[in-house]
């Protein structure tokens, strides 16, 4: 556990170049060798290339957590259409019924559509 007399002391500026240098050995002896015998334009062109996919992977992940779930994009519009086309109150959020029986969407990847079927549906009452 740390003391206060243990944060006072800051590393030098050296040590952390010491440190990172050490570090950045450990790393280089694990690269496959066809990495150390790249030409500096080969080697500056993959850094340029994985500081792409970094970037690209981060705004990817970014825009998938904004993508909604199936069940919270169209559980709206679905217990509207439930509610006129029945005139019954099921809760589309439970997909249940008097039985308790739960309505499963599983989706058929045919590209380049998306095609969704119904394997079984609650019993309305």
Do not use: N
């Amino acid at each position: 556990m740390p003391t206060d007399s243990d944060s006072a002391v800051a590393p030098s500026d050296d040590t952390l170049r010491f440190e990172q240098a050490f570090q950045d050995d450990l790393i280089a002896k694990r690269l496959p060798d066809w990495l150390h015998e790249l030409a500096d334009a080969s080697l500056a062109a993959l850094c340029a290339a994985l500081k792409t996919s970094l970037d690209c992977r981060q705004r990817l992940r970014a825009r998938w957590r904004r993508v909604q779930g199936i069940e919270a994009f169209v559980g709206a519009a679905l217990q509207d259409a439930f509610d006129k086309r029945f005139a019954t109150k099921v809760d589309v959020a439970t997909r249940g019924s008097a039985t308790g029986t739960r309505c499963r969407c599983v989706a058929s990847i045919s590209l380049p559509e998306f095609r969704f079927r119904i394997l079984t549906m609650p019993r309305l009452h």
